[in-house]
């Protein structure tokens, strides 16, 4: 069995996007926990396991492509199934004093803390990835209503292009691995082994 060692184009480039319509395209769908290593056994939409073994700190992306034969015209795709992510915007706070902006911060690292959720933050937002149900989520929020902050959940796709991998993996990396109950659409495809 071949092991696919790297990633030769993504579907959402135009050069790729075509061929795709044109193509016999296998899905592999990753969870957010596989997404985040460089070797895994992953088994496609068409029932194949295929061995992954990626350059060390690869960052895999939704529409990767490993493979591509023009002759029989097929074309092997990953597929990322990320979890939504709640951002919490502290925009507003730059208008405050510093004892108020120390006073919501330390309130707001407390309601998180206290679910013991990840967070990233970047520049004027803080990342929490969804651990638990959205409306779970919401209500922690609005249970504690910290004074000039607002929060949106947003796609964990959308949210990827801003983050360093080490970003990514506290965001992604933990939240699918322990907690199964977030089921995404495509979870009756996905496999995730370590290759030893």
């Keep these: 069995m071949e092991v696919l ?5 993504n579907t959402h480039s135009p050069e790729w996007h ?9 899905s592999i769908f990753l969870d957010q926990w596989t997404a985040q290593k460089s070797r ?16 060390r700190q690869s960052q895999i992306v939704d529409g990767d492509i490993l493979a591509y034969d023009p002759e ?11 979890n939504p992510v709640m951002v919490i915007e502290l925009g507003a706070l730059a208008q405050q004093s510093p004892e108020e902006i120390i006073r919501i911060a330390v309130e707001l690292g407390h309601a998180i803390g206290n679910q013991h959720w990840p ?17 779970v989520m919401e209500s922690v929020m609005d249970t504690h209503h910290i004074e000039n902050i607002s929060y949106t959940f947003e ?42």
């Design 5 to 9: 060692t790297e990633i030769i184009g």
């Design 155 to 196: 796609e964990g796709s959308d949210v990827i292009p801003f983050m360093a991998p080490h970003e990514i993996r506290r965001l992604f990396g933990g939240a699918s691995h322990h907690n199964h109950h977030i089921h995404s659409p495509h979870a009756d495809h996905i496999e995730g082994h370590l290759v030893h």
């Design 119 to 135: 967070a990233v933050v970047k520049g004027t937002k803080v990342y929490v990835p969804l651990t638990v149900d959205k409306k």
């Design 18 to 26: 075509e061929k795709m319509h044109h193509a016999d395209v296998e």
């Design 72 to 82: 029989k015209n097929t074309m092997l795709v990953l597929r990322l199934a990320l």
């Design 40 to 55: 895994f056994l992953a088994k496609s939409d068409k029932g194949i396991e295929y061995p992954v073994a990626l350059k």
